[in-house]
């Protein structure tokens, strides 16, 4: 079995234990995580829950996908709840049993982890430069019956999205010759008009193909409880019920899910906090000849350093004033000068800039000329 | 038209125990008592409480993939290595894995029945060929019938002991000759979900086969005694050789970390746990005397529930109690119809129990 444990950033645990320090005290910009959450009023319910704790929790999950039904204007038997978007990623792989699985990288470790677990068949397929956009004609032209393609919208590393104007048409084309599409939705709630770019229509097709899968950790920041979901065509839906472990989503990621969704002032909050620093930190890092910064929909960035080396070096004194950035070097298509960098609060945005500066005054000169 | 793989319309969807939350809505009362899926109605310890709400101000990370702390003191625990347990989301999880990293399309998979819905669930999701091995008369699991079951194409074994929806252990002495006759080629599971609930003198030492390297996963759970049922806190112990496989099928963060930090914190509390163990067992001992002396039917349970035959001719007995204000678990889905699994709960409540039952049967 020739399966390798996925890399994932967040690796702040190990971190907090090599470095000495608690948690509290690392700036993680390697977890796409939003820093306002999570929310006050998840705080609370959770405290109020702590009771049912011996219980085993709903299994049907029923108040959290009507929280989810009611919020997205999906029917209920169109979605189903996990233990964060990998467990659906899981299901919708262990259901189909896809003769092949398309990945289209470079992506999240996940689906090619998740493909393996399951004893699948992997094809990678490279986004194309410079905007990672996908290549449906290929897609359309080599994919056949019985396959599956893994998307993610907004793209995951790059933090670019595709409006549905560009995918629709291609997903009616790869629905009609029998190609699964599993569409990774996890930041869309980060973008201002998710309605615009959201995959839900298609999936709600009766006898549709596609799969959107999301995860409400990075949005409600509780990647600690684990929850996901996935909207679907309700036949299919019923079927990933059927492959799952029954209990899976924990009472108290129930409760986050059916509190956290209905907190009106903290999305707003958000979409604010996003908008603002979105703009200051593209001001601040502003062009610079030493690195290449993607524009960005979401609550991260992907930046290119001038060289490899440049890169580890930097990362690595970042590492030891305890700030964290992902290195994307197992990012099929990237490489090691490559960073996947969280937007956080202003003043941790602020902290992680000025360090980079700090690093390259007191350091840069005795580092190899590029 | 995509469609799934064949095994899963071949799979059932499970059929859980009632929620409160139905019960209440279908016997139009606020008070009901579950004692339907065998959660603890002693609930958690304090401490566990305590340390949940301490952990609380960091849900913005991400779990640990496999807790080092919780893996040690579960290790230290049970005389284990860190590197033979593996943690995640519930038994249920881990008795997935062993048939996702072992069982090939067309390999048999035995298992007991009546028991456990998740052996047949796993089995038929790895594609594999299930085969029931049915009960000694008892309730516990047959393992010499396993053993004469077994053949070349034989890749797992799953064992429940004491048996869901029983009770009963299978015997240091049918264990010892199982492990003397099981070939090398069959990854024995036994789901201990109930372990901590056997009394008996001589019972198997299940970690101790672990320890000795053999081809054993053992698996428990913090949802019964523990009473972390919301929280999906599993895990399984085996030898470090087997280890890899286990791990590579599994999702990386199955385990949220509330469930990690509970796990821990119960773990520490051995004088709470200690205590609801022997009243647990106690209220176990009222309640088999006192279906006894009714003249009633049952298995001699060493779990923390009890599960009794209804008088023939009486029908709609859950229902029933139901509008008494009890949850019940008819056993019908497990392939034992006519039974109702009752959890042990404290005995104040344990007796109102069976005077709500006394009175169904009467009518």
Redo the contacts between chains.
């Keep these: 079995?020739d399966?390798k444990?996925?890399v994932?950033g967040?690796q702040?645990?190990r971190a907090s234990r090599d470095l000495g320090v608690p948690?509290s005290r690392i700036l993680?910009f390697s977890?796409n995580?939003n820093?306002l959450?999570?929310p006050e009023t998840v705080?609370r319910a959770?405290?109020q829950a702590?009771?049912?704790?011996?219980?085993?929790?709903?299994?049907t999950q029923?108040e959290t996908k009507c929280v989810i039904a009611d919020r997205y204007q999906v029917p209920e038997a169109n979605v189903l709840i996990s233990?964060?978007a990998?467990?659906a990623i899981?299901l919708v792989l262990?259901?189909?049993?896809p003769t092949r699985v398309w990945v289209l990288e470079p992506a999240f470790s996940?689906y090619r982890?998740?493909a393996l677990?399951n004893r699948l068949a992997v094809v990678s397929v490279p986004l194309e430069y410079p905007g990672f956009t996908a290549p449906w004609d290929r897609l359309i032209e080599e994919t056949r019956p019985?396959d599956c393609v893994i998307w993610n919208n907004p793209h995951n590393p790059s933090g670019r999205h595709v409006r549905r104007g560009g995918f629709a048409a291609p997903l009616q084309a790869l629905?009609e010759r029998?190609?699964?599409v599993l569409i990774d939705e996890s930041f869309m709630d980060f973008l201002p008009d998710a309605v615009e770019n959201t995959a839900v229509s298609e999936a709600l097709q009766p006898?549709s193909?596609v799969v959107v899968v999301r995860s409400l950790t990075k949005f409600l920041?509780?990647?600690?409880?684990?929850l996901g979901y996935a909207i679907a065509d309700r036949t299919w839906v019923?079927?990933l019920?059927?492959?799952r472990?029954?209990?899976?989503?924990?009472?108290?990621?129930q409760v986050?899910g059916a509190v956290g969704l209905q907190d009106r002032a903290f999305r707003n909050d958000t979409a604010n906090w996003l908008r603002r620093e979105q703009q200051r930190v593209a001001a601040v890092w502003g062009p610079s000849a030493l690195y290449q910064r993607h524009p960005t929909s979401v609550n991260f960035f992907l930046m290119r350093w001038t060289d490899d080396e440049r890169s580890r070096r930097l990362s690595q004194a970042l590492f030891h004033r305890g700030i964290l950035v992902r290195l994307c070097q197992d990012f099929s298509g990237l490489g090691l000068a490559y960073w996947r960098v969280a937007i956080r609060s202003p003043a941790e945005n602020d902290a992680f800039h000025a360090a980079v500066q700090e690093i390259f005054q007191e350091e840069g000169d005795r580092w190899p000329k590029v | 038209m995509v469609k799934p793989r064949p095994q899963v319309d071949a799979m059932t969807l499970y059929t859980p125990g009632r929620s409160l939350e139905d019960a209440r809505q279908a016997s139009g009362r606020k008070e009901m008592v579950k004692l339907a899926s065998n959660e603890s109605l002693w609930g958690p310890s304090p401490s566990v409480i305590t340390a949940i709400q301490e952990a609380l101000p960091h849900l913005q990370y991400y779990p640990a993939v496999q807790e080092p702390r919780l893996r040690e003191v579960l290790a230290i625990r049970h005389g284990l290595k860190p590197g033979q347990i593996v943690m995640g989301n519930g038994a249920d999880e881990m008795l997935r894995l062993v048939a996702a990293a072992f069982v090939s399309v067309g390999d048999e998979v035995l298992y007991p029945a009546p028991s456990f819905s998740a052996y047949r669930h796993s089995t038929l999701l790895a594609g594999g060929v299930p085969k029931e091995v049915p009960l000694a008369g008892n309730g516990a699991n047959d393992l010499e019938a396993m053993c004469r079951a077994i053949t070349e194409r034989t890749r797992v074994v799953y064992l429940c002991s004491p048996n869901n929806p029983t009770g009963t252990p299978v015997t240091l002495e049918a264990w010892q000759r199982y492990l003397a006759e099981v070939p090398e080629h069959v990854v024995t599971v036994v789901d201990a979900a109930y372990e901590e609930f056997v009394a008996g003198p001589e019972m198997p030492d299940f970690l101790g086969a672990v320890r000795q390297d053999r081809a054993i996963v053992v698996v428990r759970t913090f949802s019964k005694l523990y009473a972390l049922a919301g929280l999906r806190t599993g895990w399984a112990t085996a030898p470090e050789w087997l280890m890899p496989a286990l791990l590579k099928v599994r999702e990386p963060f199955s385990l949220n970390s509330l469930g990690a930090v509970a796990a821990e914190a119960a773990l520490k509390d051995s004088d709470y746990y200690g205590r609801v163990r022997q009243e647990t067992l106690e209220a176990r001992a009222f309640l088999l005397d006192a279906l006894s002396q009714r003249g009633h039917q049952f298995f001699e349970s060493q779990a923390n529930f009890v599960t009794a035959a209804l008088p023939v001719g009486v029908s709609d007995v859950p229902n029933r109690l139901m509008a008494e204000g009890f949850v019940v678990r008819p056993t019908d889905a497990f392939g034992l119809p006519q039974h109702i699994r009752v959890t042990v709960a404290p005995q104040p409540i344990l007796e109102e129990f069976l005077t709500a039952f006394d009175r169904v049967l009467a009518q």
């Design positions: 079995m399966v444990p996925a994932h967040g702040i645990h948690l993680d977890a995580i820093p959450g999570p705080r959770l405290v702590m009771d049912d704790i011996r219980f085993y929790p709903d299994a029923a233990n964060g990998t467990e899981d262990r259901a189909r049993n996940e982890a998740a677990r019985g629905a029998g190609v699964a006898g193909g920041a509780i990647p600690g409880l684990r019923e079927r019920e059927r492959v472990d029954r209990w899976s989503v924990s009472h108290l990621a986050a």
